[in-house]
């Protein structure tokens, strides 16, 4: 067989916690890697605000990338062939004619209110309101940060020229082009998912994001031009001037292509701080009712996707107030708190002696009054059995989110994909494949979402004919879960007869609590 020559290309991941520049091959390869910690990763003036300068993200990919160069093997980096973007989402930063930020960027985990509602026409307001979903259009609206920017800081809004997610913001820092990629599309926007752009001015829900038209940036599909490396930004990052830039997707976008989750058969879970399941669709597929799909990095694709929106949190929240014991002890043995916890999850039995965890600590636009809450306590029960009650709780809320998924597109996933931090646990990945009782595979990489980036610019050079040629020369498992079904009847019946009953035992009580500590 001839051997596919070597291509490379040059990727910028930013998550919440860091910025990677990743240097990759067209045979999924990483072949060094820069990276730079956000410390911190955002600030807050306000209880219910997480900001960060926008300026921050640019510095720290040019720092990333300075390094990678400087480490990189000899004539690595003067082989690079294009850049691509990815970061996290509904990250928004308000930009002025040249470009300049007007104000921080208001990050994806800022929880800050608008006043008010959406000023919807009667007809409108009535149809939502027959189907259910005026609260939740309040909700959305009374969440965006450009409704929070437009009532309580008038002038910025007035001198706001373009209202970017942070990957376009990126976009021009690189290119000088004010443009960002549809699969990047994700936040509290004007988005029409359906024609992967933006929503026409008379559409039925733009005053729920109602930003100017004049005021969002031009859109690219995956693999096009977004614009070519400035030399300004060629002498902050280390680049050749005119390398071509091109679009790919957001970070869950990039993630599932990563995974190798380009068919339907195949869902992508994500163990980050919100934990998801997703994959990829040929058609406008809504996850929930009136709760549109995000747009794939595939042109022509849907993402839909259910999120736990305190997801792998949780873990982090549990080892501050529960366990003292294991930060200490993994101090002294240099290694972490997770895993220790995590080689104590054998102790526990499928389904925790009763305990059952319900992860709604962050309530979802389709529960706006959920809560967390933990049933079936004993004098049996431990702080390792709150643990992993946790960790089966989060799938839990999964299974329910693939068994939406399935009965509203019509088929039967077959496998998982996992991604995120919890996937680096042998014993979560085990009791993830016991839980959903099908098979659960890991890649060889941990840096998915940057292999998904890299392939949107591998096929937007031309490198593969299309993403299922690229995932197949680029995507490498490495790990296989095969379910026990014995421990998998404990989970279904768990499942089955007492989880999916508890939202709805305890909403009026979560309804309750929300008018007490809500009233105006």
């Known amino acids: 067989m001839k051997e596919v020559e070597e291509r490379i290309v040059l990727t910028f991941d930013v998550g919440t916690q860091s910025s990677r520049a990743l240097l990759i091959n067209n045979r999924g390869d990483i072949l060094g ?23 921050f993200y640019y510095r720290n990919i040019c720092e990333a990338a300075q390094e990678l160069k400087s480490s990189a093997e000899d004539g690595l980096w003067d082989r690079i062939e294009a850049v691509s973007v990815t970061t996290i989402r509904d990250t928004v930063i308000c930009v002025d004619e040249n470009g300049i930020p007007l104000r921080p960027a208001i990050i994806w985990l800022d929880k800050r209110k608008a006043d008010g509602a959406p000023k919807f026409s009667q007809v409108t307001r009535m149809m939502l309101k027959a189907v259910g979903m005026e609260e939740t259009a309040k909700m959305q609206f009374q969440k965006a940060h450009c409704n929070w920017i437009m009532q309580k800081e008038p002038d910025i809004w007035k001198r706001t020229y373009k209202y970017l997610l942070l990957s376009g913001f990126l976009t021009f820092k690189l290119t000088g082009n004010m443009a960002d990629a549809a699969a990047s599309l994700v936040g509290r926007l004007p988005i029409d998912c359906q024609s992967r752009g933006w929503q026409n001015k008379g559409a039925l829900t733009r005053p729920v994001f109602d930003v100017e038209p004049d005021k969002l940036c031009e859109v690219k599909e995956s693999g096009e031009l977004l614009g070519k490396i400035t030399r300004q930004a060629a002498e902050d990052t280390g680049l050749k001037v005119g ?18 989750c380009t068919s339907k058969e195949k869902a992508a879970i994500g163990f980050g701080t919100t934990a998801t399941i997703t994959f990829n669709i040929e058609r406008y ?8 799909p995000y747009p794939s990095v595939i042109p022509g694709f849907f993402n839909p996707e259910i999120e736990i929106f305190r997801g792998y949190w949780l873990i982090s929240w549990f080892k501050k107030e529960f366990a003292e ?14 895993e220790l916890l995590n080689k104590r999850l054998k102790e ?25 809450a933990i049933i079936g306590f004993s004098d049996q029960h431990t702080r390792i059995h709150i643990y992993r009650a946790i960790i089966e709780g989060i799938n839990f809320a999964l299974i329910e ?33 016991d839980m959903f009782g099908i098979p659960v595979k890991r890649t ?8 998904g980036s890299a392939m949107a610019a591998f096929v937007g050079l031309g490198v593969f004919q299309n993403y299922q040629e690229a995932q197949e020369a680029m995507v490498h498992l490495k790990d296989t879960f095969e379910p026990d079904m014995g421990q998998h009847q404990i989970y279904y019946e768990l499942y089955q007869d007492v989880f999916q009953n508890i939202y709805g035992k305890l909403a009026p009580l979560y309804a309750k609590l929300h008018d007490i500590y809500h009233r105006d």
């Open 325 to 338: 014991k294991e930060v200490e002890q993994a101090k002294l043995q240099g290694t972490s708190a997770e």
């Open 243 to 260: 390398l071509p830039v091109l679009a790919s997707g957001a970070d869950k976008a990039c993630e599932i292509l990563g995974l190798g």
């Open 33 to 55: 890697k820069g990276q730079k910690k956000h410390d911190p990763p955002y600030f807050s003036k306000d209880a219910d605000q997480a900001e960060q300068d926008a300026l």
């Open 285 to 292: 597929l809504e996850p929930e009712r009136f709760i549109p």
């Open 348 to 372: 526990i039995p499928a389904g925790c002696d009763g305990l059952l965890f319900q992860p709604y600590f962050t309530p979802n636009v389709t529960m706006p009054s959920a809560r967390g």
């Open 401 to 433: 989110g693939m068994k939406l998924l399935e009965k509203r597109s019509g088929h039967a996933f077959e496998e998982i994909r996992l991604a995120g931090g919890g996937s680096q646990s042998d014993e979560i990945c085990q009791i993830t494949a």
């Open 444 to 451: 060889v990489t941990h840096e998915a979402t940057g292999i």
